[in-house]
């Protein structure tokens, strides 16, 4: 169902192409690093970064095997999978025997249990002077406690700040998506799974997808639209 979702919006934050670009122009700031995306899913940042700058390496680790076929299909689509390596595995249980100049995580920080466990991780990953590229969610109003059930326990924006800064990180660019960046994948996500029940009404799982779909719609409007927040920073460490 999350490969219906994001048909029509491939990186699955709410991030407009435009930020993706800059977002990947900072953190890959010569051209000829060696990058690796925990949770990569379907590998839309490595693609992006490979096909913006031909000195790039890059690796992906996901559990999907789906997903990782998806982003074989796709770097060979685009003509960069010779520089490509995918493994399926937990992000946390992956190793490398080498460091990496830019480590992402974008959208994936529930996989680690929170933003500073996902920066912990991609700490042991991160070559001397290398940067991380993260994104994850905030609250730029109170909450409801159904909207901190659904989405999380996250701070303000200020807070969230300082906890990064706290746990030895020093932000050098930084975007906050917009309210159009916001709703627009909103719009993508579940409009793409209501158009596709409704392409494929014989299909059994119809009726659950296009409900699916309805229930999203209903969570978005009336519980956190007007309260959470998305924000992704490009670090580097402090000590």
């Given at each position: 169902?999350?490969g219906?979702?994001h048909?029509?919006?491939?990186?699955?934050?709410?991030?407009?192409?435009?930020?993706?670009?800059?977002?990947?122009?900072?953190?890959?700031?010569?051209?000829?690093?060696?990058?690796l995306?925990l949770g990569?899913?379907?590998g839309?940042?490595?693609?992006?970064?490979?096909?913006?700058?031909?000195?790039?390496?890059?690796?992906?680790?996901?559990?999907?095997?789906?997903?990782?076929?998806?982003a074989?299909?796709?770097a060979?689509?685009?003509?960069?999978?010779?520089?490509?390596?995918?493994?399926?595995?937990?992000?946390?249980?992956f190793?490398?025997?080498?460091?990496f100049?830019?480590?992402?995580?974008v959208?994936?920080?529930h996989?680690?249990?929170?933003l500073?466990?996902?920066?912990?991780?991609?700490?042991?990953?991160l070559?001397?002077?290398?940067r991380?590229?993260?994104?994850?969610?905030?609250?730029?109003?109170?909450?409801?406690?159904?909207?901190?059930?659904?989405?999380?326990?996250?701070t303000d924006?200020?807070?969230?700040?300082?906890?990064?800064k706290?746990?030895?990180?020093?932000?050098?660019?930084?975007?906050?998506?917009?309210?159009r960046?916001?709703?627009d994948?909103?719009w993508?996500?579940?409009?793409?799974?209501?158009?596709?029940?409704?392409?494929?009404?014989s299909d059994?799982?119809?009726?659950?997808?296009?409900?699916?779909?309805?229930?999203?719609?209903?969570?978005?409007?009336?519980v956190?639209?007007?309260?959470?927040?998305?924000?992704?920073l490009?670090?580097?460490e402090?000590?």
């Amino acid at each position: 169902m999350s490969g219906i979702a994001h048909a029509d919006h491939p990186i699955k934050s709410p991030l407009d192409d435009d930020a993706v670009r800059a977002l990947l122009a900072r953190a890959l700031p010569r051209g000829d690093e060696r990058i690796l995306d925990l949770g990569c899913g379907g590998g839309e940042w490595l693609l992006r970064a490979l096909a913006m700058h031909p000195g790039l390496r890059a690796e992906g680790v996901d559990i999907s095997a789906a997903a990782l076929e998806q982003a074989r299909a796709s770097a060979i689509d685009r003509g960069v999978e010779d520089r490509l390596v995918l493994h399926q595995s937990e992000a946390e249980a992956f190793s490398a025997p080498h460091g990496f100049d830019l480590v992402l995580s974008v959208g994936a920080a529930h996989a680690f249990g929170g933003l500073l466990p996902t920066l912990a991780a991609a700490r042991k990953h991160l070559a001397p002077g290398g940067r991380v590229l993260i994104g994850d969610g905030f609250w730029i109003a109170d909450p409801s406690p159904e909207a901190v059930e659904m989405l999380g326990d996250f701070t303000d924006l200020a807070t969230t700040m300082d906890r990064v800064k706290a746990d030895g990180w020093t932000p050098v660019h930084g975007h906050v998506s917009t309210r159009r960046e916001m709703d627009d994948y909103e719009w993508a996500c579940w409009g793409s799974l209501s158009s596709w029940a409704l392409d494929h009404p014989s299909d059994p799982d119809s009726a659950q997808v296009l409900e699916t779909a309805e229930t999203r719609y209903t969570e978005w409007l009336r519980v956190y639209r007007d309260t959470w927040g998305f924000l992704t920073l490009v670090l580097r460490e402090t000590r």
